[in-house]
Protein backbone atom coordinates (compact mmCIF):
# COMPACT_ATOMS: atom_id res chain seq x y z
CA UNK A 1 0.00 0.00 0.00
CA UNK A 2 2.40 2.57 0.89
CA UNK A 3 5.24 1.25 -1.41
CA UNK A 4 2.00 2.28 -4.07
CA UNK A 5 1.61 6.04 -2.88
CA UNK A 6 5.63 6.56 -2.55
CA UNK A 7 5.84 5.70 -6.12
CA UNK A 8 2.59 7.60 -7.19
CA UNK A 9 4.89 10.39 -5.70
CA UNK A 10 8.01 9.91 -7.06
CA UNK A 11 8.78 13.03 -9.44
CA UNK A 12 9.72 12.69 -12.83
CA UNK A 13 13.11 14.06 -12.32
CA UNK A 14 14.45 12.55 -9.30
CA UNK A 15 17.99 12.25 -8.98
CA UNK A 16 18.84 14.63 -11.72
CA UNK A 17 22.44 15.72 -12.03
CA UNK A 18 23.03 19.42 -10.89
CA UNK A 19 25.80 21.71 -11.24
CA UNK A 20 26.23 24.44 -9.00
CA UNK A 21 28.62 27.19 -9.98
CA UNK A 22 28.96 29.14 -7.09
CA UNK A 23 32.75 30.53 -7.12
CA UNK A 24 31.57 34.38 -5.66
CA UNK A 25 34.17 34.34 -2.84
CA UNK A 26 31.74 36.07 -0.86
CA UNK A 27 30.62 33.73 2.00
CA UNK A 28 26.96 35.55 2.64
CA UNK A 29 26.36 34.88 -1.07
CA UNK A 30 27.87 30.67 -0.99
CA UNK A 31 24.99 30.82 2.29
CA UNK A 32 21.88 31.92 0.04
CA UNK A 33 23.41 29.47 -2.77
CA UNK A 34 24.15 26.84 -0.40
CA UNK A 35 20.26 27.42 0.98
CA UNK A 36 18.91 26.60 -2.66
CA UNK A 37 21.16 23.69 -3.05
CA UNK A 38 20.38 21.84 0.14
CA UNK A 39 16.39 22.23 -1.01
CA UNK A 40 17.42 20.20 -4.29
CA UNK A 41 19.51 17.86 -2.09
CA UNK A 42 16.83 17.45 0.55
CA UNK A 43 14.54 16.11 -2.75
CA UNK A 44 17.15 13.53 -3.44
CA UNK A 45 19.23 15.32 -6.23
CA UNK A 46 22.77 14.69 -7.01
CA UNK A 47 24.24 18.63 -6.56
CA UNK A 48 27.63 19.03 -7.65
CA UNK A 49 28.93 22.13 -6.03
CA UNK A 50 31.85 24.82 -7.26
CA UNK A 51 33.10 27.05 -4.44
CA UNK A 52 36.02 29.26 -4.14
CA UNK A 53 35.56 29.39 -0.23
CA UNK A 54 35.57 26.71 2.04
CA UNK A 55 32.22 25.00 3.19
CA UNK A 56 30.82 25.28 6.98
CA UNK A 57 28.65 22.23 8.34
CA UNK A 58 29.49 19.75 5.27
CA UNK A 59 26.43 18.13 4.07
CA UNK A 60 27.63 14.91 3.41
CA UNK A 61 24.89 14.16 0.34
CA UNK A 62 26.86 16.49 -1.81
CA UNK A 63 29.80 16.63 -3.96
CA UNK A 64 31.86 19.87 -3.21
CA UNK A 65 34.68 21.01 -5.48
CA UNK A 66 36.99 23.39 -4.05
CA UNK A 67 38.70 25.36 -5.91
CA UNK A 68 41.82 27.85 -4.30
CA UNK A 69 41.58 30.72 -5.09
CA UNK A 70 44.59 32.92 -6.98
CA UNK A 71 47.59 34.13 -5.55
CA UNK A 72 47.70 37.26 -3.30
CA UNK A 73 42.88 36.88 -3.87
CA UNK A 74 42.99 37.01 -0.16
CA UNK A 75 45.48 39.88 0.59
CA UNK A 76 44.35 41.72 -2.06
CA UNK A 77 40.51 41.68 -0.95
CA UNK A 78 41.32 42.12 2.81
CA UNK A 79 43.88 45.17 2.35
CA UNK A 80 40.48 46.99 0.76
CA UNK A 81 37.84 45.82 2.70
CA UNK A 82 39.85 47.26 5.70
CA UNK A 83 41.12 50.31 4.03
CA UNK A 84 36.79 51.22 3.45
CA UNK A 85 36.08 50.11 6.82
CA UNK A 86 38.47 52.57 8.33
CA UNK A 87 37.60 55.02 5.86
CA UNK A 88 34.26 54.97 4.47
CA UNK A 89 34.37 58.38 2.29
CA UNK A 90 32.12 57.91 -0.74
CA UNK A 91 35.83 58.46 -2.93
CA UNK A 92 37.32 55.87 -1.12
CA UNK A 93 34.40 53.13 -0.97
CA UNK A 94 34.06 53.45 -4.83
CA UNK A 95 37.77 53.34 -5.55
CA UNK A 96 37.65 50.05 -3.36
CA UNK A 97 34.72 48.94 -4.81
CA UNK A 98 35.47 48.75 -8.58
CA UNK A 99 39.02 47.49 -7.25
CA UNK A 100 37.31 44.80 -5.61
CA UNK A 101 35.18 43.91 -8.46
CA UNK A 102 38.54 43.50 -10.64
CA UNK A 103 39.37 41.06 -8.21
CA UNK A 104 36.37 39.37 -7.57
CA UNK A 105 35.85 39.11 -11.37
CA UNK A 106 39.40 37.70 -12.46
CA UNK A 107 39.28 35.11 -9.44
CA UNK A 108 35.86 33.91 -10.83
CA UNK A 109 37.59 33.64 -14.51
CA UNK A 110 40.55 31.72 -12.67
CA UNK A 111 37.74 29.51 -10.72
CA UNK A 112 36.41 28.35 -14.46
CA UNK A 113 39.78 27.77 -15.83
CA UNK A 114 40.94 25.45 -13.04
CA UNK A 115 41.84 21.89 -13.69
CA UNK A 116 39.61 21.02 -11.19
CA UNK A 117 36.26 22.23 -12.48
CA UNK A 118 37.30 20.89 -15.84
CA UNK A 119 38.11 17.51 -15.22
CA UNK A 120 34.77 17.89 -13.21
CA UNK A 121 33.54 18.65 -16.63
CA UNK A 122 34.82 16.21 -18.46
CA UNK A 123 33.92 13.03 -16.46
CA UNK A 124 30.37 13.78 -15.48
CA UNK A 125 27.00 14.36 -17.12
CA UNK A 126 24.84 16.92 -15.72
CA UNK A 127 21.49 17.88 -16.58
CA UNK A 128 21.05 21.43 -15.58
CA UNK A 129 23.57 24.08 -14.18
CA UNK A 130 23.09 26.72 -11.70
CA UNK A 131 25.13 29.66 -11.88
CA UNK A 132 25.16 31.84 -8.51
CA UNK A 133 25.46 35.15 -10.51
CA UNK A 134 28.42 38.01 -9.17
CA UNK A 135 29.22 39.48 -12.17
CA UNK A 136 30.28 36.09 -13.59
CA UNK A 137 27.76 35.20 -16.94
CA UNK A 138 30.88 34.87 -18.51
CA UNK A 139 30.60 31.04 -17.06
CA UNK A 140 27.73 30.70 -18.85
CA UNK A 141 30.12 28.85 -21.55
CA UNK A 142 30.19 25.91 -19.00
CA UNK A 143 26.62 25.28 -19.68
CA UNK A 144 26.94 25.99 -23.37
CA UNK A 145 29.80 23.70 -22.86
CA UNK A 146 27.71 20.81 -21.34
CA UNK A 147 24.63 21.50 -23.36
CA UNK A 148 22.39 21.86 -20.42
CA UNK A 149 19.53 24.30 -19.57
CA UNK A 150 20.98 27.09 -17.26
CA UNK A 151 19.42 28.91 -14.01
CA UNK A 152 20.61 31.76 -12.16
CA UNK A 153 20.36 32.61 -8.47
CA UNK A 154 20.78 36.05 -7.68
CA UNK A 155 20.92 37.30 -3.60
CA UNK A 156 18.61 40.27 -4.15
CA UNK A 157 15.49 41.16 -5.90
CA UNK A 158 15.82 41.62 -9.52
CA UNK A 159 18.56 44.27 -10.61
CA UNK A 160 19.00 45.26 -14.17
CA UNK A 161 21.74 42.95 -15.25
CA UNK A 162 19.08 40.31 -13.91
CA UNK A 163 16.84 41.51 -15.52
CA UNK A 164 17.86 41.70 -19.00
CA UNK A 165 18.48 37.54 -18.83
CA UNK A 166 14.53 36.94 -18.58
CA UNK A 167 13.21 40.50 -20.22
CA UNK A 168 11.82 41.41 -16.92
CA UNK A 169 10.42 44.82 -17.17
CA UNK A 170 13.22 47.67 -15.12
CA UNK A 171 9.85 49.41 -13.68
CA UNK A 172 11.64 52.64 -15.26
CA UNK A 173 9.97 55.57 -12.91
CA UNK A 174 7.91 53.33 -10.47
CA UNK A 175 10.18 50.65 -9.45
CA UNK A 176 12.54 52.74 -7.39
CA UNK A 177 16.56 51.63 -8.25
CA UNK A 178 18.06 49.12 -5.99
CA UNK A 179 20.27 51.85 -4.85
CA UNK A 180 17.46 54.72 -4.33
CA UNK A 181 16.03 54.59 -1.40
CA UNK A 182 12.58 56.33 -2.28
CA UNK A 183 8.72 55.25 -1.00
CA UNK A 184 6.54 53.95 -3.74
CA UNK A 185 4.77 55.78 -5.46
CA UNK A 186 7.77 57.80 -6.41
CA UNK A 187 7.80 61.62 -6.24
CA UNK A 188 9.26 63.77 -8.91
CA UNK A 189 12.79 63.91 -7.68
CA UNK A 190 13.04 60.64 -6.56
CA UNK A 191 12.07 58.92 -10.37
CA UNK A 192 14.39 61.57 -11.80
CA UNK A 193 17.29 60.16 -9.45
CA UNK A 194 16.11 56.43 -9.97
CA UNK A 195 15.97 56.63 -13.94
CA UNK A 196 19.27 58.40 -13.28
CA UNK A 197 20.26 55.12 -11.58
CA UNK A 198 18.94 52.90 -13.57
CA UNK A 199 20.63 54.72 -16.56
CA UNK A 200 24.30 54.18 -15.01
CA UNK A 201 23.24 50.56 -14.16
CA UNK A 202 22.73 49.95 -17.79
CA UNK A 203 25.83 51.50 -19.03
CA UNK A 204 27.63 49.26 -16.28
CA UNK A 205 26.09 46.63 -17.36
CA UNK A 206 27.06 47.43 -21.17
CA UNK A 207 30.79 48.06 -20.62
CA UNK A 208 31.02 44.71 -18.50
CA UNK A 209 29.11 42.40 -21.59
CA UNK A 210 32.22 43.63 -23.45
CA UNK A 211 34.44 42.58 -20.66
CA UNK A 212 33.03 39.34 -20.39
CA UNK A 213 32.22 38.66 -24.26
CA UNK A 214 36.36 38.66 -24.26
CA UNK A 215 36.38 36.29 -20.88
CA UNK A 216 33.86 33.98 -22.79
CA UNK A 217 35.51 33.82 -26.11
CA UNK A 218 39.11 33.38 -24.53
CA UNK A 219 37.50 30.47 -22.60
CA UNK A 220 35.67 28.77 -25.80
CA UNK A 221 39.57 29.25 -27.38
CA UNK A 222 41.57 28.51 -24.84
CA UNK A 223 39.68 25.04 -23.99
CA UNK A 224 38.84 24.17 -28.00
CA UNK A 225 35.26 23.81 -27.43
CA UNK A 226 33.13 23.16 -31.02
CA UNK A 227 29.78 24.19 -31.82
CA UNK A 228 29.55 27.13 -29.30
CA UNK A 229 26.50 29.63 -29.25
CA UNK A 230 28.03 32.95 -28.96
CA UNK A 231 27.95 34.85 -25.41
CA UNK A 232 25.21 36.87 -26.70
CA UNK A 233 23.29 33.70 -27.45
CA UNK A 234 23.86 32.09 -24.00
CA UNK A 235 22.76 35.31 -22.52
CA UNK A 236 19.22 35.05 -24.04
CA UNK A 237 18.81 31.12 -23.01
CA UNK A 238 18.56 31.55 -19.07
CA UNK A 239 15.77 29.85 -18.11
CA UNK A 240 14.80 30.87 -14.90
CA UNK A 241 16.31 33.83 -12.57
CA UNK A 242 15.53 33.05 -8.79
CA UNK A 243 15.68 36.40 -6.54
CA UNK A 244 16.16 36.15 -2.96
CA UNK A 245 12.99 38.74 -2.64
CA UNK A 246 9.53 38.66 -1.58
CA UNK A 247 7.46 41.03 -2.19
CA UNK A 248 6.05 41.89 0.91
CA UNK A 249 9.69 43.32 1.63
CA UNK A 250 8.86 45.92 -1.41
CA UNK A 251 9.45 47.70 -3.71
CA UNK A 252 6.05 46.13 -5.44
CA UNK A 253 7.00 45.14 -8.92
CA UNK A 254 5.70 43.77 -12.11
CA UNK A 255 8.12 40.61 -13.29
CA UNK A 256 7.94 38.10 -15.66
CA UNK A 257 7.21 34.05 -15.29
CA UNK A 258 10.65 33.47 -15.88
CA UNK A 259 11.81 35.20 -12.26
CA UNK A 260 11.01 33.49 -9.46
CA UNK A 261 11.31 34.88 -6.09
CA UNK A 262 12.93 32.39 -3.03
CA UNK A 263 13.20 35.06 -0.33
CA UNK A 264 14.69 33.56 2.56
CA UNK A 265 16.03 30.38 1.08
CA UNK A 266 18.75 30.27 3.32
CA UNK A 267 16.48 30.05 6.18
CA UNK A 268 15.84 27.46 7.76
CA UNK A 269 11.99 25.77 7.56
CA UNK A 270 13.18 24.50 11.33
CA UNK A 271 16.37 25.51 13.13
CA UNK A 272 19.08 22.94 13.72
CA UNK A 273 19.90 22.13 17.19
CA UNK A 274 22.73 24.97 18.73
CA UNK A 275 25.93 23.40 19.99
CA UNK A 276 25.78 22.84 23.90
CA UNK A 277 27.74 26.05 25.41
CA UNK A 278 25.57 28.06 22.77
CA UNK A 279 22.10 26.86 23.68
CA UNK A 280 22.93 27.08 27.61
CA UNK A 281 23.93 30.84 27.16
CA UNK A 282 20.79 31.54 25.38
CA UNK A 283 18.60 29.09 27.51
CA UNK A 284 20.45 31.25 30.45
CA UNK A 285 19.13 34.75 29.28
CA UNK A 286 14.87 33.79 30.09
CA UNK A 287 15.05 36.53 32.15
CA UNK A 288 16.37 39.99 30.47
CA UNK A 289 16.75 38.42 27.15
CA UNK A 290 19.58 38.12 24.51
CA UNK A 291 21.27 40.09 22.04
CA UNK A 292 23.38 39.20 19.13
CA UNK A 293 25.92 41.24 17.58
CA UNK A 294 27.80 40.59 14.51
CA UNK A 295 29.52 42.35 11.68
CA UNK A 296 28.88 39.64 9.20
CA UNK A 297 31.71 37.53 7.33
CA UNK A 298 33.91 40.50 5.21
CA UNK A 299 34.73 42.99 8.28
CA UNK A 300 36.58 40.99 11.05
CA UNK A 301 35.27 43.00 14.50
CA UNK A 302 38.64 41.98 15.94
CA UNK A 303 40.61 44.06 13.83
CA UNK A 304 38.70 47.17 13.78
CA UNK A 305 39.58 50.62 15.45
CA UNK A 306 40.23 50.03 19.03
CA UNK A 307 38.34 52.76 20.78
CA UNK A 308 35.14 51.52 18.38
CA UNK A 309 36.07 48.05 20.29
CA UNK A 310 35.74 49.76 23.69
CA UNK A 311 32.65 51.70 22.97
CA UNK A 312 30.90 48.44 22.08
CA UNK A 313 32.43 46.58 25.03
CA UNK A 314 31.38 49.16 27.74
CA UNK A 315 28.37 49.09 26.50
CA UNK A 316 27.43 45.52 26.32
CA UNK A 317 29.08 44.41 29.59
CA UNK A 318 26.77 46.76 31.60
CA UNK A 319 23.39 45.60 29.85
CA UNK A 320 21.56 43.22 32.17
CA UNK A 321 21.01 41.10 28.96
CA UNK A 322 23.51 38.73 27.14
CA UNK A 323 25.26 39.52 24.82
CA UNK A 324 26.26 36.51 21.83
CA UNK A 325 29.89 38.63 19.99
CA UNK A 326 30.79 37.18 17.01
CA UNK A 327 34.99 37.30 17.37
CA UNK A 328 37.20 36.11 14.71
CA UNK A 329 40.12 35.54 17.45
CA UNK A 330 39.70 32.36 19.64
CA UNK A 331 42.21 33.23 21.92
CA UNK A 332 40.35 34.49 24.83
CA UNK A 333 43.98 37.01 25.24
CA UNK A 334 42.79 38.96 22.49
CA UNK A 335 39.22 39.72 24.13
CA UNK A 336 38.46 43.09 25.03
CA UNK A 337 37.57 42.05 27.94
CA UNK A 338 35.36 39.17 30.26
CA UNK A 339 32.22 40.17 31.33
CA UNK A 340 30.46 37.65 32.18
CA UNK A 341 27.05 38.20 29.89
CA UNK A 342 28.99 38.28 27.02
CA UNK A 343 30.14 35.26 25.39
CA UNK A 344 33.03 35.81 22.12
CA UNK A 345 32.08 33.09 19.38
CA UNK A 346 34.33 32.94 15.96
CA UNK A 347 31.71 30.76 14.73
CA UNK A 348 27.94 31.83 14.97
CA UNK A 349 24.94 29.64 13.34
CA UNK A 350 22.79 32.75 12.80
CA UNK A 351 20.32 31.58 11.52
CA UNK A 352 19.68 29.04 14.53
CA UNK A 353 20.63 31.82 16.88
CA UNK A 354 17.78 34.27 16.06
CA UNK A 355 15.39 31.86 15.87
CA UNK A 356 15.89 31.12 19.74
CA UNK A 357 12.92 32.22 21.95
CA UNK A 358 14.67 34.58 24.23
CA UNK A 359 16.48 36.61 21.22
CA UNK A 360 15.62 40.36 21.68
CA UNK A 361 17.60 42.12 19.54
CA UNK A 362 20.13 42.12 16.44
CA UNK A 363 23.53 44.28 16.40
CA UNK A 364 24.07 44.00 12.19
CA UNK A 365 26.34 45.49 9.71
CA UNK A 366 23.31 45.17 7.52
CA UNK A 367 24.18 42.64 5.10
CA UNK A 368 21.17 41.50 3.02
CA UNK A 369 21.13 38.06 4.45
CA UNK A 370 21.49 39.08 8.20
CA UNK A 371 18.85 41.38 7.67
CA UNK A 372 16.57 38.83 6.21
CA UNK A 373 17.22 36.97 8.55
CA UNK A 374 16.63 39.04 11.42
CA UNK A 375 13.16 40.11 9.83
CA UNK A 376 12.22 36.26 9.17
CA UNK A 377 12.76 35.47 13.16
CA UNK A 378 10.62 38.92 13.96
CA UNK A 379 13.81 40.20 15.70
CA UNK A 380 14.40 43.95 15.84
CA UNK A 381 17.56 45.46 14.95
CA UNK A 382 20.59 48.49 15.35
CA UNK A 383 22.39 48.57 12.16
CA UNK A 384 26.45 49.96 11.77
CA UNK A 385 26.44 49.71 8.20
CA UNK A 386 29.58 49.88 6.63
CA UNK A 387 29.85 49.77 2.93
CA UNK A 388 27.90 48.46 -0.44
CA UNK A 389 24.02 47.60 -0.21
CA UNK A 390 24.59 48.28 4.05
CA UNK A 391 23.68 52.09 4.37
CA UNK A 392 20.71 51.00 2.21
CA UNK A 393 19.34 47.97 3.71
CA UNK A 394 19.47 49.76 7.26
CA UNK A 395 17.66 53.12 6.00
CA UNK A 396 14.94 51.24 5.04
CA UNK A 397 15.05 49.25 8.61
CA UNK A 398 14.39 52.26 10.38
CA UNK A 399 11.78 53.67 8.18
CA UNK A 400 9.68 50.91 8.76
CA UNK A 401 10.12 51.15 12.01
CA UNK A 402 12.06 47.52 12.56
CA UNK A 403 15.16 49.28 14.38
CA UNK A 404 17.55 52.30 14.40
CA UNK A 405 21.06 53.09 12.78
CA UNK A 406 24.38 54.42 14.22
CA UNK A 407 27.89 55.08 12.52
CA UNK A 408 29.89 52.74 14.03
CA UNK A 409 32.68 55.21 13.33
CA UNK A 410 31.89 57.97 15.62
CA UNK A 411 28.83 56.81 18.12
CA UNK A 412 29.50 57.50 21.38
CA UNK A 413 28.54 55.00 24.33
CA UNK A 414 25.86 57.35 25.83
CA UNK A 415 24.41 57.38 21.68
CA UNK A 416 25.13 53.29 21.74
CA UNK A 417 23.60 52.83 25.50
CA UNK A 418 20.64 54.56 24.48
CA UNK A 419 19.50 53.21 21.07
CA UNK A 420 20.15 49.67 22.44
CA UNK A 421 17.44 50.84 25.47
CA UNK A 422 15.62 52.16 22.85
CA UNK A 423 15.14 49.04 20.53
CA UNK A 424 14.77 46.79 23.81
CA UNK A 425 12.27 48.67 25.91
CA UNK A 426 9.74 50.43 22.97
CA UNK A 427 7.68 47.70 22.24
CA UNK A 428 7.10 49.36 18.70
CA UNK A 429 10.17 47.80 16.91
CA UNK A 430 9.39 44.19 17.38
CA UNK A 431 5.98 44.43 17.38
CA UNK A 432 6.72 45.88 13.87
CA UNK A 433 9.00 43.43 12.72
CA UNK A 434 7.02 40.33 13.87
CA UNK A 435 3.85 41.55 11.58
CA UNK A 436 6.56 41.83 8.75
CA UNK A 437 7.63 38.36 9.64
CA UNK A 438 3.68 36.76 9.21
CA UNK A 439 3.51 38.18 5.82
CA UNK A 440 6.99 37.46 4.56
CA UNK A 441 5.92 34.05 5.36
CA UNK A 442 2.72 33.61 4.42
CA UNK A 443 3.06 31.88 0.68
CA UNK A 444 1.88 29.41 -0.90
CA UNK A 445 4.41 27.49 -1.66
CA UNK A 446 7.74 27.94 0.62
CA UNK A 447 11.47 29.15 -0.73
CA UNK A 448 12.36 25.66 -0.79
CA UNK A 449 9.55 24.54 -2.59
CA UNK A 450 9.04 27.08 -5.09
CA UNK A 451 13.05 26.10 -5.72
CA UNK A 452 12.57 22.42 -6.08
CA UNK A 453 9.40 22.86 -8.07
CA UNK A 454 10.95 25.22 -10.33
CA UNK A 455 14.44 23.65 -10.91
CA UNK A 456 12.37 20.08 -11.49
CA UNK A 457 10.01 22.51 -13.81
CA UNK A 458 13.52 23.69 -16.08
CA UNK A 459 14.70 20.04 -16.42
CA UNK A 460 11.36 18.43 -17.39
CA UNK A 461 10.70 20.62 -19.71
CA UNK A 462 14.43 20.74 -20.76
CA UNK A 463 14.81 24.56 -20.31
CA UNK A 464 11.87 26.53 -20.38
CA UNK A 465 11.77 29.03 -23.79
CA UNK A 466 7.71 28.73 -23.37
CA UNK A 467 7.93 31.35 -20.75
CA UNK A 468 10.55 33.91 -22.08
CA UNK A 469 9.82 37.30 -22.33
CA UNK A 470 9.50 38.90 -25.99
CA UNK A 471 11.39 41.74 -24.32
CA UNK A 472 15.19 39.28 -24.63
CA UNK A 473 14.92 39.52 -28.04
CA UNK A 474 13.87 43.37 -28.17
CA UNK A 475 16.14 46.42 -27.94
CA UNK A 476 15.49 49.32 -25.91
CA UNK A 477 13.91 50.93 -28.86
CA UNK A 478 11.38 48.38 -29.71
CA UNK A 479 10.93 47.54 -26.28
CA UNK A 480 9.61 50.95 -25.67
CA UNK A 481 8.44 51.21 -28.79
CA UNK A 482 10.36 54.55 -29.22
CA UNK A 483 10.28 53.58 -33.15
CA UNK A 484 6.27 53.31 -33.37
CA UNK A 485 5.67 56.49 -31.48
CA UNK A 486 8.40 58.28 -33.96
CA UNK A 487 5.74 57.03 -36.75
CA UNK A 488 2.77 58.39 -35.04
CA UNK A 489 4.21 61.55 -34.09
CA UNK A 490 5.81 62.00 -37.68
CA UNK A 491 2.14 60.80 -38.83
CA UNK A 492 0.62 63.70 -36.72
CA UNK A 493 2.97 66.04 -37.90
CA UNK A 494 2.40 65.29 -41.67
CA UNK A 495 -1.65 65.44 -40.86
CA UNK A 496 -1.15 69.36 -39.40
CA UNK A 497 0.89 70.20 -42.17
CA UNK A 498 -1.64 68.68 -44.81
CA UNK A 499 -4.68 70.44 -43.36
CA UNK A 500 -2.77 73.60 -42.59
CA UNK A 501 -1.95 74.10 -46.25
CA UNK A 502 -5.72 73.15 -47.05
CA UNK A 503 -7.50 75.63 -44.70
CA UNK A 504 -4.63 78.68 -46.05
CA UNK A 505 -6.20 77.37 -49.96
CA UNK A 506 -9.70 77.63 -48.71
CA UNK A 507 -8.84 81.23 -46.71
CA UNK A 508 -7.64 82.44 -50.02
CA UNK A 509 -10.43 81.08 -52.05
CA UNK A 510 -13.00 82.66 -49.97
CA UNK A 511 -11.02 85.86 -48.72
CA UNK A 512 -9.08 86.42 -51.46
CA UNK A 513 -5.81 87.31 -48.80
CA UNK A 514 -2.78 85.63 -48.08
CA UNK A 515 -3.11 83.19 -44.80
CA UNK A 516 -0.75 83.90 -42.16
CA UNK A 517 0.11 82.79 -38.65
CA UNK A 518 -0.56 84.64 -35.75
CA UNK A 519 3.04 85.56 -35.17
CA UNK A 520 3.17 86.55 -38.34
CA UNK A 521 -0.32 88.89 -38.76
CA UNK A 522 0.87 90.42 -35.27
CA UNK A 523 4.17 91.58 -36.72
CA UNK A 524 2.79 92.77 -39.91
CA UNK A 525 0.34 94.91 -37.62
CA UNK A 526 2.97 96.80 -35.87
CA UNK A 527 4.73 97.63 -39.36
C1 LIG B 1 26.75 12.56 -8.54
O1 LIG B 1 27.64 13.51 -9.08
C2 LIG B 1 29.01 13.13 -8.97
C3 LIG B 1 29.84 14.26 -9.56
O2 LIG B 1 30.09 15.24 -8.65
C4 LIG B 1 29.29 11.82 -9.66
O3 LIG B 1 30.62 11.45 -9.45
C5 LIG B 1 28.35 10.76 -9.16
O4 LIG B 1 28.51 9.60 -9.92
C6 LIG B 1 26.91 11.23 -9.26
N1 LIG B 1 26.03 10.22 -8.67
C7 LIG B 1 25.00 9.70 -9.36
C8 LIG B 1 24.18 8.71 -8.61
O5 LIG B 1 24.72 10.02 -10.49
C1 LIG C 1 19.08 27.16 -25.23
O1 LIG C 1 18.73 26.19 -24.27
C2 LIG C 1 18.06 25.08 -24.78
C3 LIG C 1 17.70 24.22 -23.64
O2 LIG C 1 18.82 23.87 -22.91
C4 LIG C 1 18.91 24.37 -25.80
O3 LIG C 1 18.21 23.31 -26.36
C5 LIG C 1 19.35 25.36 -26.85
O4 LIG C 1 20.26 24.76 -27.71
C6 LIG C 1 19.99 26.56 -26.24
N1 LIG C 1 20.29 27.54 -27.26
C7 LIG C 1 21.43 28.17 -27.29
C8 LIG C 1 21.57 29.22 -28.32
O5 LIG C 1 22.32 27.93 -26.51
C1 LIG D 1 24.04 29.33 32.78
O1 LIG D 1 23.58 29.57 34.09
C2 LIG D 1 24.11 28.70 35.05
C3 LIG D 1 23.44 28.99 36.38
O2 LIG D 1 23.41 30.34 36.68
C4 LIG D 1 25.63 28.88 35.14
O3 LIG D 1 26.19 27.99 36.07
C5 LIG D 1 26.22 28.62 33.75
O4 LIG D 1 27.62 28.86 33.76
C6 LIG D 1 25.55 29.47 32.71
N1 LIG D 1 26.04 29.09 31.39
C7 LIG D 1 26.53 29.95 30.48
C8 LIG D 1 27.03 29.36 29.20
O5 LIG D 1 26.56 31.15 30.66
Request: aromatic residues 12%; positive net charge; hydrophobic residues 40%.
Amino acid sequence: MWLVFALLFVPLCSGANILGLFTTSTKSHVIIHMGYAEALIAQGHNVTIVTTVPLKDKNPKYHHVLIPSEKDYKKKLEEGLTAVSNDPSPINTIKHDINNYITWTSNQYHAMRHEKLQSLLKDNKFDLMVLGYFFNDFQLAVAAQLKVPVIINWMQSPAIMLNTYVGNPTGLGYVPHMMVDAQQPMKFIERFGSILMDGLSYSIEKFLYYKFDQYYDEYVQEFNLKDMPSFDDMRKNVSLVFCNSHFSEGPIRPNVPAIVEIGGIQIKDKPDPLEPKLKEFLDNSSKHGAILFSMGSNVKVSTLDPKIIKTLYNVFSKLKQNVLWKWEDPNPASFPGNSKNILFSKWIPQDDVLAHKNMKLFVTHGGKGSVVESQYHGIPMIGLPVFGDQPGNIDKIVKVGYGLKLDYKTMTEQELSTAVNEVLNNPSYAANVKKFADTYKDRPLSARESVVFWTEYVIRHHGAPHLQSPLVHMNVIQQYSIDVLAVIFGALYIVYRISKLCICFVWRKVFGKKCKSKAKAKKSKKE
